[in-house]
């Protein structure tokens, strides 16, 4: 993924300028960044200028380039800090999968997908995407598409 002239990589948090096997690489990590995770499940530009990484225990960090921002189960409706997919549809809703729920985000508010509220046969939402059609699939652990 390519985003402010780096490309990023999904081994940890590594970034790098040009060729693989030069040594200019950047390592992001919790001791040297405000990501709240070494583990990362996704990463995602879909927004211009920010760079959104699902983590597997601390939700959601966001990076702009300069500064980090975190939503997760504590600071927002995240039904799990556990992200595994993240998607934006035509209409800039960003739509959030994590292991105990979809979620809806508009910037502001979230709104939560489950079992309980909706035609979701599992809570365990693995995969996200937006066909050419503008319409969500969701793949879940257990309950198919």
């Not at 998607?87 to 502001?108: A, M």
């Not at 709104?111 to 066909?131: E, G, K, R, W």
């Amino acid at each position: 993924m390519l985003f402010n002239n780096k490309i990023f990589l999904l081994v940890g948090f590594f970034a790098f300028n040009g060729n693989l096997f030069s040594s200019d690489w950047e390592s992001f990590n919790m001791n040297n960044s405000e990501i709240s995770s070494n583990s990362i499940l996704i990463v995602n530009s879909m927004v211009p200028s920010e760079v959104w990484f699902g983590t597997y225990d601390h939700g959601i960090s966001i990076f702009d380039g300069e500064n980090w921002t975190q939503l997760n189960s504590q600071n927002s409706s995240l039904p799990s800090d556990r992200v595994k997919s993240i998607t934006k549809d035509n209409n800039g809703l960003i739509w959030i999968g994590t292991e105990n729920g979809l979620v809806s985000y508009n910037g502001i508010n979230m709104v939560v997908y489950n079992s309980s509220n909706s035609m979701l046969l599992s809570n365990d939402i693995m995969s996200l995407t937006i066909d050419e059609n503008g319409e969500l699939w969701i793949g879940t652990w257990g309950g198919g598409i």
